[in-house]
């Protein structure tokens, strides 16, 4: 069926979707959160550096070094602090009215959990199985905020399930494929602003929904590592996990526009992700790390939403470009049951100032951490860390327009956050 291209002009729906995104904090909207002792030096190394399960997430080959068989179970808590201060401006022909457009917290504190599970084999080959969330978290506007049209409430959540298989090539080389089955689900909105509402004398409802859509789907995708031992004192490991393509099923409805309330499908694009991890030794109680983190951001590009009657729904062009992230820490061992790390990272943002838009708060970061491990006995280790975030100030500038009506936002956005994680590992 040949289908129609159909151009969203309704006031306040130009950027809808910008609520494909969250407070995430890493670049875009990645979540990193998966192990408490690489967040203890800000995941320098992460793929060089095997402590325990949690490291089949960003490098399968590793598992090769863990003894019998092991469960690490995570959970972080991250608290953002992100403000948006701006105005916004609403103009006809003959008149042009400005209104304030801030906000103080607009995203609340979430959970995330992660487990993971490895199994030493007797013929160098090891099994793995993680379920973590590599994408996430929301943003959410007051009802009183002045540009909801640009941004209302926006959720995105991801669960990857990921079973690896490693091999030791050699004393020094091991292998690593998994498999990727990632469930993405995403509640995404623009509304009428009370401002808007007024103006009408109450004809528009304050708060109706201008483009409210909820999807979920399925997506699939593998990952790979290598984990050298080039010396006693120095480890390197190499790994990629391939982008993975959503067709977000659900509902899209409208209070504006009709022929916008039906189903339909989101196309939504996660990147790649590649890592070159070094862990170097410097004594017998002190060691180095250093990553380098490559996203493929450059796929989050334009988002279209197809409908059941065959309009195609341009939502946004968001045109992401590929990032770094940076990242060095060290580890001290205090002794035989404690174990200290710091770190500290930078990483770069993926929106660019040209198209950054309300609801993705991506800007440049720097982080500093820390952390700690107890060693209770040669099963039981419990690690805990906390790191805080600082995000560099972003500008953005959003327009919007129907006929004779504009609007435009002018705002800066203000990002930081502190994660505190703790993680037990055991070994049966």
């Known amino acids: 069926m040949k289908r129609k291209q159909y151009r969203v002009t309704t006031l306040f729906i130009s ?6 995104t969250t407070s995430a904090f890493g670049a875009g909207f990645y979540l990193h959160e998966h192990s408490a002792n690489g967040l203890g030096r800000a995941f320098a190394g992460q793929a060089a550096k095997p402590e325990n399960a949690s490291v089949l997430a960003d490098n399968p080959a590793a598992i090769t070094t863990l003894p019998d068989t092991q469960i690490s179970a995570f959970v972080s ?18 008149n042009t009215t400005n209104f304030a457009a801030s906000q103080d917290d607009v995203s609340d504190g979430e959970v995330i959990p992660a487990i993971f599970a490895t199994h030493k084999m007797h013929n160098g080959t090891s099994l793995g199985l993680g379920i973590f969330s590599n994408f996430g978290l929301s943003t959410d506007f007051d009802d009183n905020f002045n540009a909801l049209h640009f941004g209302d409430r926006a959720e995105i959540k991801t669960i990857v399930i990921n079973p690896s298989i490693a091999f030791k090539l050699s004393d020094e080389v091991s292998i690593g494929f998994g498999i990727n089955a990632t469930f993405a689900e995403a509640e995404l909105g623009t509304s009428v602003p009370n401002i808007v509402s007024s103006f009408t004398n109450g004809l528009i409802p304050a708060l109706s929904p201008i483009a409210q859509m909820e999807g979920d789907d399925w997506g699939y995708g593998w990952n790979a590592g290598i984990f050298w031992e080039a010396s006693d004192d120095t480890n390197i490991g190499l790994s990629y996990r391939s982008s993975t393509s959503f067709d977000l099923s659900g509902e899209m409805s409208s209070a504006i526009s009709e022929p916008l309330n039906q189903r339909g499908q989101l196309g939504l694009d996660l990147p790649a992700i590649a890592e070159v991890a070094f862990d170097h030794s410097l004594s017998d109680r002190v060691s180095v790390q250093v990553s380098a983190n490559w996203f493929q951001w450059s796929k989050f590009d334009v988002l279209t939403a197809e409908l059941e009657n065959g309009l195609n729904v341009l939502i946004g062009n968001e045109h992401f470009e590929n990032s770094w992230k940076l990242s060095f820490g060290t580890t001290f061992v205090l002794s035989e049951t404690w174990i200290a790390r710091a770190g500290y990272a930078y990483d770069e943002g993926a929106a660019t100032t040209e ?18 491990t107890h060693k209770f006995n040669n099963a039981l280790v419990f690690d805990i860390a906390v790191v805080r975030v600082f995000g560099r100030e972003a500008n953005l500038t959003e327009d919007s327009s129907l006929g004779p009506v504009s609007s435009t936002l002018v705002a800066s956005q203000n990002s930081s956050a502190t994660i505190l994680s703790a993680q037990v590992n055991y070994t049966f």
């Not at 808590?77 to 003959?94: K, L, S």
């Not at 993705?360 to 951490?369: G, K």
Request: no cysteine; glycine share 8%; aromatic share 10%.
């Open 15 to 20: 950027t809808f979707a910008s609520s494909i």
């Open 77 to 94: 808590y991250v608290d953002p602090g992100i403000d948006v201060e701006g105005n916004v401006n609403f103009a006809t022909r003959n």
């Open 355 to 372: 198209h950054r838009s309300l609801n993705i708060p991506d800007t440049d970061r720097q982080w500093l951490s820390a952390g700690v």
